[in-house]
Every structure is written in structure tokens, then in C-alpha cells.
């Protein structure tokens, strides 16, 4: 499994993003992927996670009502729809996958980490 993270910029606030995981690796199993973010000084924080066939997701808090997690399995990708984004929204977001549905807000319980792309909401 290898997963590659792009899709950040500079946008302003109530802008709309999208970001895309791809997986250019192994793609055999039933991954969950999930998008996690760390803003400068912060702890890296749990945003989204969708199950290996789209059947089921989940959200922070912070994000449910305005970003929207989706996959396409037949072209390895994994996607953020961020909408109405806030000056609190930037950070380094971060794609991951692991195995199992269990723990999805874990970082420690993740295998496979991309590199991280860069998004900014200026206001």
C-alpha cells in the first residue's frame, strides 16, 4: 500500500476543496481510509474515515455537516469534499489506511500514512 495525498492549495474562507488519496500499491484487502489533519502545534486529529466499499463513514464533530468522505475502488481513490471551509480548517491534511473499521479515529492504529498535503483557509 502506497498512498499519495494531493489536491491542497490556498483557499478562502466559505471556498470549497476537494483532496484525493491515491493508493498505488497493493491494492488487494478491504481498506479503511481515513483523512487526518495536524494544524501547526497541534496534535494530529482524526477528520473523516470510510469503510472498505463506501457503505459506511464517519465524522469529527468539527467537520460532519460540511466536508463529505467518498471512494472510488476501481480507481484506488479516496476523496474530501471540504465545503464552507474555515480559517480552522487549515492544517496538513494527512490520508491512511489500515485493515479494519475498528478504532478509526486512532492514529496509532493505522499501517499505511501518505505524505500529507498542505491546505490554507485564509479569511
Known amino acids: 500500500v502506497q498512498l499519495q495525498a494531493y489536491g491542497g492549495g490556498l483557499v478562502q474562507a466559505g471556498d470549497s476543496l476537494r483532496l484525493s488519496c491515491t493508493n498505488s500499491?497493493?491494492?488487494?484487502?478491504?481498506?479503511?481510509m481515513t483523512w487526518f489533519r495536524q494544524a501547526p502545534g497541534k496534535e494530529r486529529e482524526f477528520v473523516a474515515a470510510?469503510?472498505?466499499?463506501?457503505?459506511?463513514?464517519y465524522y469529527a464533530d468539527s467537520v460532519k455537516d460540511r466536508f463529505n468522505i467518498s471512494r472510488d475502488n476501481a480507481q484506488n481513490t479516496a476523496y474530501l469534499q471540504m465545503t464552507s471551509v474555515k480559517p480552522e480548517d487549515t492544517a496538513v491534511y494527512y490520508c491512511?489506511?489500515?485493515?479494519?473499521?475498528?478504532?478509526?479515529?486512532?492514529?496509532?492504529?493505522?499501517?499505511?500514512w501518505g505524505q500529507g498535503t498542505q491546505v490554507t483557509v485564509s479569511s
Open positions: 491512511a489506511a489500515k485493515g479494519t473499521w475498528w478504532s478509526v479515529n486512532n492514529t496509532a492504529k493505522y499501517d499505511y
Open positions: 500499491g497493493r491494492t488487494g484487502g478491504r481498506l479503511t
Open positions: 470510510i469503510n472498505y466499499n463506501g457503505g459506511a463513514t
